[in-house]
């Protein structure tokens, strides 16, 4: 079953220019908006919400022009990324990792590598899922001439389900790590549907079963030999741009929060009689006003941060690959934690007091409020912050950057 409506807008022509499409996610928010609450309830598999970030061009804005993609850098994908958000968390979700997804080829990939793959999902408008939890080490891939087999299981494949391509990370008998992009459809993939927690509940991100299935050894990102050893500060700015792109989704949780409750104010809410300082309105409240003004000034203060940080990520994700150095690896990561802290801390809040300034009465099921708070609460637990408050005190007292990791 599928909610969303058909687009309205012309989406013909694709924007020249990075507001232009933000204008255009913000379209693609609207049409999400609309059925966002009932699609939560029921949690089916979001085909026709992928089919709308397809038709709108959001999954090719990082493509080449020459290919037929949206020609735009890092900035932009991430505020694309979080508009989408506001509306829902779950397809702002499977947006992002989709960018993340669609950029490994870059992170670990050869020259050659880069132009098959790019030049595969801009033309044909492909959505990328994934399977790379590195804590699940399950997946084996073993060697046979010019294939490998892979066996195993992921207990996590977001979006994989409702992707063409998916992005998978196995290991070898000795431990060396093996990362391949498959045919999201072969059927060596299983999806096993076990996706059952209380928020993000549109990504299909439950487990995936990977039985005899053969891939040429030329699908595994990288080189034989030891050609991409420069590239390797640029490679592991893929777990930092992870963590980035979670931080701009709490950002439009957050803010598709505060503009939801809002509205409610304005239009639903009622005064309180007993108070001795009776209003007409409940926009003319005193603790309303103030509490709206606290939600407007955090979300004010994340996003700047949200922004300078996309800023400086992209200027390195955009260079080339042999120049970025560790230093520079370093000072970014340690201000995607900071940011990705405070956005945590801020949103929750937020998410939880939208109630104390809509009254009793939005709390009723149909409104579907509380999926803002399960939304960035269950996603909010991927890592646990406080490791990242712990590098932001290391990096202020000790000098010392995050050290790279599967999570940082």
Known sequence: ???????????????????????????VAAILALDAAERDRVGTAPHTEVQLLKDA??????GDRSRGGGGQTWSTALRVCREVSKADGSIGQ????????AWAVRFFGTPE???RYEELYVRSNLFFGGAINPRDKDVRATENGDVLHLNGRKAFASGSA???????????SDGRPVFLIVDSKTPGLVYNNDWDNMGQR??????????????????????ADN????TVFYSSLSLVTLQLIMTNLYQGIAEGAMNAAADYTRTITRPWPYGGDDKESATEEWYILETYGDFRSKLWATAALIDQVDDELSGLLHASRESVTLPQRGEVAVRISAAKQRIIKDGLEITTRIFDVMGARSTAS?????RFWRNLRTHSLHDPVAYKQREVGRYELLGEFPQPSFYT
Not at 162 to 172: E, P
Not at 366 to 370: I, L, Q, S
């Open 366 to 370: 149909r409104h579907g409020y509380d």
């Open 162 to 172: 409702v992707s063409d391509l998916t992005c998978l990370l196995a290991t070898f």
């Open 227 to 230: 050609s991409l050893a420069a």
């Open 113 to 115: 590598q880069i132009d």
């Open 202 to 223: 549109q990504t299909e991100s439950g487990s995936v079963t990977i039985t005899d299935l053969v891939v040429p050894r030329s699908t595994v990102l990288g080189a």
């Open 1 to 27: 079953m599928s909610f969303a409506p058909a687009p309205v807008a012309d989406w013909t022509v694709r924007p020249a220019i990075p507001n232009g499409w933000i204008t255009r996610a913000r379209e």
């Open 57 to 62: 061009g959001l999954v090719t804005i990082l």
């Open 94 to 101: 499977l947006l992002g990792y989709h960018y993340l997804w």
